[in-house]
């Protein structure tokens, strides 16, 4: 038998508010960074003559 490489994830491990509160955090960062990205891209595209 082969086993993967890839190691499971026990979530069971850890309080399941936790695990919830981290990955919404971690998608607002990320949602946040590309609103700024595109914030700033049409602040310089509205700027450019």
Same mark, same amino acid.
């Given at each position: 038998m082969e086993q993967t490489v890839k $190691?499971? !994830?026990d979530k @069971?491990? +850890?309080n399941p508010i936790v695990f %919830? @509160?981290?990955k919404i955090? =971690? %998608?607002?960062? =990320?949602?946040s !960074? +590309? $609103?700024?990205v595109? +914030? !700033?891209a049409y602040e310089g595209f509205m700027a450019w003559d």
């Open positions: $190691t499971n !994830f @069971s491990a +850890y %919830k @509160s981290y955090v =971690k %998608k607002l960062i =990320k949602y !960074f +590309y $609103t700024a595109i +914030y !700033f």
